[in-house]
């Protein structure tokens, strides 16, 4: 078992080498000028509103880095409050019904200190409102002649499709269904960019919809009017940490430049660029700054190769320093679950209970413990916890299947517990302890690009971006490099077993 140790060990340090390497060039560049850590969560718009901001924190004299999608509203909010970025774009609605809910705000006075007092700052509004709605197909809607929300109470057939989040926000499906009284049944939450496709092919009637949203034409939706004016404003914001005033007062001053400068068919032509022309959001946002601040803007864009070895390089820091800590722990776990009976139940069920846990809620509930570390590291702890299992099963499932005659046969030799272990025991589990790290690797290589809701780099980052984009060339850019690093992991492993496993035991019977 010796191996193992060694294959541990290089594993942690690769992927420590990963992480410094970066970190090093970066500190190296960064000098005295101050870096902004600006933040997009996961759809399109906040991702374009993330690069106009990093374009004018550059033009304030400051360095920007964009951690683009980081998922949903809690993990930009959490990544907000614990230091990991210092500013992003909200939305007015989004900050009173959800992550100031519990405090039952009304007014900018009362927002802006309950703001101050969590150290964050807010500007005033940038100009639109991406207000939530509901939509049809044009053509389904004149159908069926409806053309407000409260006409839906007259369709009980109606097949509604609702996002995840709308269906669990009280601005969202519940308040809505409560205040028209419709008596559509409540359907499963989707990823909203699904639901274009769905309502596309008929497989839904009625879908959430953002005001701003590009799709709407592509689709050629109707949103129905809002009678009863459940939906309120979603003016857009910038969020920012309290801090940066003192620390960059000239990248305040810049972005606050963005107040009213955004209508919002300035917003929905440059949504429609990204999602329907395929232009990239940092020449977007460079488009717009020039047209409408007057702000020339270098835009420098990495070509295909070089997005490949960063994303691969991201994805297997987080597969490597995952396994290798993963293996420090999990045998000597299996190990002691083989020999102590009662712990070992108790090691199996606690390990086997991680398994359970909602990786975003894991991700998330992460980001508020591990405060001010890098991006990777929740996601790392994560992918650590989940390949806990298969190590710790097949190390005691190892042991625990050595026959008794060979147990005893070692024991009448007169060797001490540690060296029957050592010795005899752990050889002979090899290849059940080799067949449960090989499990672990290679679902860690899957399971890692959840990385990307959170920012955390690799296959992810760039699959969700493809999701969100409807980009099918985006989304088999990371897709197929994360199918290929599986099976080069696996086939490792497979030259391991020739290293690890003594020879005797990879002996087959001959036909």
Not at 342 to 364: C, D, E, K, N, R
Not at 393 to 405: K, Q, V
Not at 409 to 414: K, N, T
């Amino acid at each position: 078992m010796k191996t193992t140790a060694r294959l541990a060990f290089f594993l942690g340090l690769a992927g420590l080498w990963l992480t410094w390497l970066p970190g090093c060039a970066r500190r190296q560049s960064q000098g005295e000028v101050p870096l902004v850590r600006i933040g997009s969560k996961m759809f399109t718009e906040s991702a374009i509103l993330g690069e106009v901001i990093a374009h004018l924190v550059r033009d304030a004299g400051a360095e920007a880095e964009h951690k683009a999608r980081l998922g949903d509203t809690l993990v930009a909010w959490s990544k907000l409050l614990v230091g990991d970025i210092d500013v992003y774009c909200e939305y007015t609605g989004t900050l009173t019904q959800q992550i100031l809910a519990k405090e039952k705000l009304s007014g900018t006075e009362a927002i802006q200190a309950s703001l101050a007092a969590k150290g964050v700052r807010m500007s005033r509004p940038l100009g639109f409102n991406n207000t939530y709605a509901l939509g049809m197909k044009r053509d389904r809607a004149a159908a069926l002649r409806i053309q407000t929300i409260s006409d839906l109470k007259k369709h009980p057939e109606i097949k509604l499709g609702l996002s995840g989040p709308f269906l669990l926000r009280e601005d969202g499906w519940p308040g809505l269904r409560q205040r028209y009284g419709l008596p559509q049944p409540t359907p499963n939450g989707k990823e909203h960019d699904l639901l274009y496709r769905e309502i596309d092919t008929g497989a839904v009637d009625v879908i959430d919809l953002y005001a701003t949203d590009a799709k709407i034409r592509l689709y050629d939706l109707v949103a129905l009017e809002d009678d009863k004016k459940f939906f309120p404003d979603y003016q857009a914001i910038l969020l920012y940490r309290a801090d940066l005033e003192t620390r960059a007062p000239a990248v305040v001053k810049s972005l606050l430049r963005l107040e009213g400068a955004i209508p919002e068919a300035a917003m929905i032509e440059m949504n429609a660029k990204v999602e329907l022309a395929r232009v990239s959001e940092t020449k977007v946002a460079a488009e717009f700054i020039e047209q409408n601040l007057g702000r020339p803007v270098l835009v420098s864009e990495d070509d295909l190769l070089h997005r490949l070895l960063q994303r691969t390089a991201e994805h297997l820091l987080l597969v490597s320093v995952s396994l290798a800590l993963a293996i420090a722990a999990a045998v000597p776990l299996g190990i002691a679950a083989a020999k102590r009976p009662a712990l070992g139940q108790a090691i199996l069920a606690g390990t086997g209970i991680v398994q359970t846990i909602p990786s975003l809620a894991l991700l998330v509930l992460l980001i508020l413990l591990i405060r001010g570390a890098a991006d990777w590291v929740p996601a790392v702890v994560a992918l650590f916890l989940y390949s806990l299992l298969p190590i710790v099963r097949n190390t005691y499932t190892g042991l625990h299947d050595i026959p008794l005659t060979v147990r005893e046969s070692a024991e009448a030799l007169g060797l001490s517990p540690l060296a029957r272990l050592y010795l005899i025991e752990l050889p002979l589990a090899s290849r059940s302890i080799l067949a449960g790290i090989k499990t672990a690797a290679v679902i860690n290589v899957g399971t890692a690009t959840l990385g990307g809701l959170i920012g955390a780099g690799g296959y992810g980052q760039t699959i969700f971006a493809g999701i969100n984009k409807s980009d099918q060339a985006t989304i088999l850019e990371g897709a197929i490099p994360a199918v290929l690093l599986a099976l080069v992991v696996q086939g490792l492993f497979e030259l391991a077993e020739r290293v690890v496993v003594p020879k005797g035991l990879r002996l087959r019977p001959v036909a």
